[in-house]
């Protein structure tokens, strides 16, 4: 359901990186297994999530406030 929620957005709440990005963007990357398992399907079914997680995990500003 996520992944079709971000079929047409590109953050979780409104137009702009929110708390929501940060938060779910980090427990998602603590599950590594899950980051793998996302990654490796190449599945519709995740595809948006995917972008998603990539696309903040290139925002310079993003990064230096999660790591």
Same mark, same amino acid.
């Given at each position: ?12 709440? !409104?137009?702009?990186?929110? $708390? ?9 990357? $603590?599950?590594? !297994?899950? %980051?793998?398992?996302? +990654? ?8 948006? %999530? ?12 993003? %990064? +230096?406030? %999660?790591?």
């Amino acid at each position: 359901k996520l992944s079709e929620y971000l079929i047409f957005r590109t953050f979780l709440v !409104g137009y702009e990186l929110t $708390l929501a990005d940060i938060v779910f963007w980090k427990s998602i990357k $603590l599950d590594v !297994g899950f %980051v793998k398992a996302i +990654f490796k399907k190449n599945d519709d079914k995740v595809c948006h %999530v995917c972008r998603w997680f990539n696309y903040l995990s290139s925002l310079p500003e993003f %990064v +230096f406030v %999660v790591e």
